[in-house]
């Protein structure tokens, strides 16, 4: 078992930045790799960015792609993601993912943490 705990979300107004923290604890030696996929109201969850356990390869949607920044604190087992220039599209539930080892699919969530831009 994998435990996550996101935080950092809030209001900040369009243009501004947040930066979310996700702490993993548990068997965090069966992790593979981790994201942040977001949700927002009404619509299906999406990948916004992810990143090897490692740290060393990272990916990105088209959305989040020169605004997000994706990177991990191996010491702290601590995944970031650095969101600039927000948009009011952006608003959304984003949440912590890990996926194990043998796993196609993240299979370990966090229970989300709020980010709305406002315009």
């Known amino acids: 078992q994998v435990q996550l705990e996101e935080s950092g979300g809030g209001l900040v107004q369009a243009g501004g930045s947040l930066r979310l923290s996700c702490v993993a604890s548990g068997r965090t030696s069966d992790a593979a790799a981790a994201g942040w996929l977001r949700q927002a109201a009404g619509k299906e969850r999406e990948f916004v960015a992810g990143?090897?356990?490692?740290?060393?390869?990272?990916a990105y949607a088209d959305t989040a792609k020169g605004r997000f920044t994706i990177s991990k604190d191996n010491a702290k087992k601590t995944v970031y993601l650095q969101m600039n220039s927000l948009k009011p599209e952006d608003t959304a539930e984003y949440y912590c993912?890990?996926?194990?080892?043998?796993?196609?699919?993240?299979?370990?969530w966090g229970q989300g943490t709020q980010v709305t831009v406002s315009s």
């Open positions: 990143i090897t356990w490692t740290g060393i390869d990272t």
């Open positions: 993912a890990v996926r194990t080892f043998g796993t196609n699919e993240y299979n370990y």
